[in-house]
T-cell receptor, first 115, second 107 residues
Framework: KAGVTQTPRYLIKTRGQQVTLSCSPISGHRSVSWYQQTPGQGLQFLFEYFSETQRNKGNFPGRFSGRQFSNSRSEMNVSTLELGDSALYLC??????????????FGPGTRLTVT | GQQLNQSPQSMFIQEGEDVSMNCTSSSIFNTWLWYKQDPGEGPVLLIALYKAGELTSNGRLTAQFGITRKDSFLNISASIPSDVGIYFCVSYSTLTFGKGTMLLVSP
């Protein structure tokens, strides 16, 4: 089974621009979660989508948004980029078919640098 | 928000030594997961724990779900250089990650 893929792997943007990151989950997984990882704050949960609906949301400003398509692929968008948005953005997929199935499988991440 | 206290923050050990790290919280959780992250990669799931008191092994790794449901432990026996990385504990329902324990192993 192919793992979680994220594109692009690296991205450089300028302050004020917007960016869209893409994630393809493991085949059959309907849950996709996004995380931001920085040296200072560690791994922080952004949001989770399940069957095209946002199911959980972390404590991030509205500039961070996401969506999920009918094939479970997900995109994350950050508008009006700030220097502090520089981070590794990780996507994780899960089946969530069982109530206790929280096991998530991560992609390699997208390294975003904002200058 | 929910916080997980993971300790130690870092460890530098000799190859062959055993390692122990833990994660605690003031809240009760129903699930504990342990992940390892290599530099430049996403975290990889090591062990999942779903029941208080549960002890689960994965090769040289052993993890336990604390009986109070507020903590979890991860032990690595006979460490090798490829054990180097950051180890995270994760609690669900809040999808909260600990800050991680960085493990360095000297050959």
């Amino acid at each position: 089974k192919a793992g979680v893929t994220q594109t692009p792997r690296y991205l450089i943007k300028t302050r004020g621009q917007q960016v869209t990151l893409s994630c393809s989950p493991i085949s059959g997984h309907r849950s996709v979660s996004w995380y931001q990882q920085t040296p200072g704050q560690g791994l922080q949960f952004l949001f989770e989508y399940f069957s095209e609906t946002q199911r959980n949301k972390g404590n991030f400003p509205g500039r961070f948004s996401g969506r999920q398509f009918s094939n479970s692929r997900s995109e994350m968008n950050v508008s009006t980029l700030e220097l502090g948005d520089s981070a590794l953005y990780l996507c994780a997929s899960s089946s969530r078919d069982r109530v206790n199935s929280y096991e998530q499988y991560f992609g390699p991440g997208t390294r975003l640098t904002v200058t | 928000g929910q916080q997980l206290n993971q300790s130690p923050q870092s460890m530098f050990i000799q190859e062959g030594e055993d390692v122990s790290m833990n994660c605690t919280s003031s809240s009760i959780f129903n699930t504990w997961l342990w992940y390892k992250q290599d530099p430049g990669e996403g975290p990889v799931l090591l062990i999942a724990l779903y029941k208080a008191g549960e002890l689960t092994s994965n090769g040289r790794l052993t993890a336990q779900f604390g009986i109070t449901r507020k903590d979890s432990f991860l032990n690595i026996s006979a460490s090798i250089p490829s054990d180097v990385g950051i180890y995270f504990c994760v609690s669900y329902s809040t999808l909260t990650f600990g800050k991680g324990t960085m493990l360095l192993v000297s050959p």
